[in-house]
């Protein structure tokens, strides 16, 4: 699989001197991978911390354990939901523990859990072990899953009748893991109350699995085509780009994995028009 | 070889309606008085002599019509101008005038920041603010929820009044704190619902005291800056609302950034 990432600091964030608050690892296991992408809460002093705690405690938590492809759905169900539990413990305990060490949390070992609120994220993970995908999410991080069928067999057998070459099956993307509804609640973060409670976890079984990528909020504008773009009613929400995301795909099988076409688009003048922090982190097959 | 060329999506950027409320009372009209013995000091960008409305009519075509916008900023923000004296009106775009707002198409009232070409206003009349402020208030709900419905992602809308009075009544009686407190109500309790931001702008001769009845958390007294400044200052404040910050907050971010600015501009004349 090729795993490519990038995370661009928002232009909004430029304009007020703070830094990237999002964070994204990927972890590569050979036959398996583990993504996390994390979204520092702006208003927080040390969200970007927060961000990094925990896109580090997803691909730790959630490399343990990861069922074997030829596993039962319910036993992926299984793993991820309870993946998902320890991933808000992992990094509570880590936020606490960081706090405690840098004067965040004044109270002793054996005193309440200082308030991990000022390192606020939200998280998404996914863990592609074709043809299985995990997610596990808190907030409003988004995801979605590539396919790309077989060559159909009557391009086919039109490509053999007029000598020109076979045309493969456009590859598709799918929004698995929406992001938030625009005007709906705020986001949940890891350090809210009943974080553990609020965690959404699902698996994905797709035969003709070609990529999955996950993103932060900010990017919902550079990826997601409104319905009318379809023509589709407002109801209908919004429609993962095949522009952004298959495009994507192709570019990075052209050219080996290399992320410096993303990272150029985050950072140009059409990804301007929103002022948050952008990151997208992908797994494409790349056919072996 | 791919049939999709990696490019951005269409169509889901996010919105923020910007309500301006300006005073185009008769006050406006009227030169800055000019103390006896010396000349009257004008802020940069206001020509001594010159009344208030026509340095902000300039100040408004050269903002809309200059590179004063971001990327950010054309793409997100929609503009809705009302102007107040006697009457309470709006900008039908449609049209190119000001419009009472029952004779207005709300579809045409905001505008791309970017296509808002400004009218030329004149100055006349009372100052019926709080009439203006409920007018904006509905305005600012109806066009919040439409893009709501549209499935759009959409900003709270952000008021900004900009006033070089005191509020008066339908006689042209001053208005005390009492009159105020029912629209002063409904502005609080909209911004703690998370529907609005409002933030009052008093330039020279306005009521401070009066602005912060209404306003109590939200009143900036810009009487040194020109109307472009001030429009500068207003559009930047927009950009920086991010939707987990209070009303509270972000009227101390907007003063904050004020501050900063004023600090930055007399360090700029200190070392000229």
Redesign the interface.
């Known amino acids: 699989m090729i795993v490519a990432g990038a995370a661009v600091q928002g232009t909004g964030h430029l304009a007020a001197g703070r830094g990237c608050q999002d964070a994204f690892k990927a972890a590569d296991l050979g036959d398996a991978v583990v993504l996390a992408v994390a979204d520092g809460a702006g208003s927080r002093e040390r969200s970007a911390l927060g961000a990094h705690i925990a896109v580090d405690a997803a691909c730790r938590v959630l490399a343990e354990g990861i069922p074997d492809a030829r596993d039962a759905p319910e036993t992926w169900t299984r793993w991820a939901a309870a993946g998902g539990a320890r991933l808000v413990a992992e990094y509570l305990g880590a936020a606490a523990a960081v706090l405690r060490a840098t004067g965040g949390g004044q109270p002793p070992s054996d005193g309440p859990a200082p308030d991990a609120g000022a390192l606020a994220a939200t998280v998404a993970a996914a863990v592609v072990r074709p043809p299985w995908v995990a997610f596990v999410s808190v907030g409003d991080c988004f995801g979605t899953v590539l396919t790309q069928g077989a060559a159909r067999p009557g391009p086919a057998m039109e490509a053999a009748r007029t000598g020109l070459a076979p045309e493969t099956a456009a590859e598709r993307c799918h929004l698995v893991l929406p992001p938030a509804v625009p005007g709906g609640p705020g986001p949940v973060f890891l350090s809210s109350p009943g974080a553990a409670l609020r965690v959404r976890s699902f698996v994905v079984w797709e035969p003709e699995l070609s990529g999955v990528v996950l993103a932060t909020d900010g990017c919902t504008a550079l990826s997601l085509d409104h319905p009318a773009a379809h023509g589709l009613p407002p109801e209908a929400g919004p429609v993962p780009s095949e522009r952004f995301f298959c495009g994507l795909a192709a570019t990075l099988r052209a050219n080996g994995g290399d992320a410096e076409p993303l990272r150029a688009l985050l950072s140009g003048p059409e990804a301007a028009r929103t002022g948050d922090d952008l990151t997208v982190l992908c797994a494409v097959l790349d056919g072996r | 070889?791919?049939?999709?060329?990696?490019?951005?999506?269409?169509?889901?950027?996010?919105r923020q309606p910007v309500l301006l409320l300006l005073d185009t009372s008769a006050s406006m009209g009227r030169p800055a008085e000019q103390p006896p013995g010396r000349p009257a000091e004008q802020p940069p960008g206001r020509p001594a002599g010159q009344p208030p409305i026509d340095a902000l009519n300039d100040a408004l075509v050269r903002w809309f019509d200059g590179e004063r916008t971001?990327?950010?900023l054309?793409?997100?923000v929609e503009v809705c101008l009302v102007a107040f004296d006697s009457r309470v009106r709006v900008f039908d775009h449609g049209r190119n005038e000001l419009v009472p707002v029952e004779e207005a198409a709300s579809d045409r009232l905001f505008v791309p920041v970017d296509g808002m070409r400004p009218p030329r206003l004149e100055a006349s009349g009372l100052t019926r603010l709080t009439d203006a402020v409920e007018t904006a208030l509905e305005l600012a709900r109806s066009r919040?929820r439409t893009?709501?419905?549209?499935?759009?992602?959409?900003r709270r809308p952000f008021l900004w009044v900009l006033t070089d009075g005191a509020p008066s009544d339908a006689h042209g009686n001053p208005m005390d704190p009492a009159a105020l407190a029912g629209t002063a109500r409904r502005v609080r309790l909209g911004e703690e619902r998370g529907e609005f931001v409002l933030q009052a702008v008093g330039v020279r001769g306005a009521d401070l005291e009066l602005l912060q009845v209404l306003a109590p958390k939200a009143v900036l007294m810009l009487e040194d800056l020109s109307f472009g400044q001030i429009l500068d200052l207003l559009f930047?404040s927009s950009?920086?609302i991010?939707?987990?910050?209070t009303a509270d907050?972000i009227h101390r971010d907007v003063r904050q950034y004020n501050e900063k600015r004023e600090r930055m501009r007399r360090l700029e004349e200190k070392h000229r």
């Open positions: 070889m791919s049939l999709y060329e990696f490019g951005p999506a269409e169509g889901y950027h996010e971001t990327p950010r054309r793409a997100r919040y893009l709501q419905e549209q499935h759009v992602p959409v930047q950009d920086r991010t939707p987990d910050r907050d």
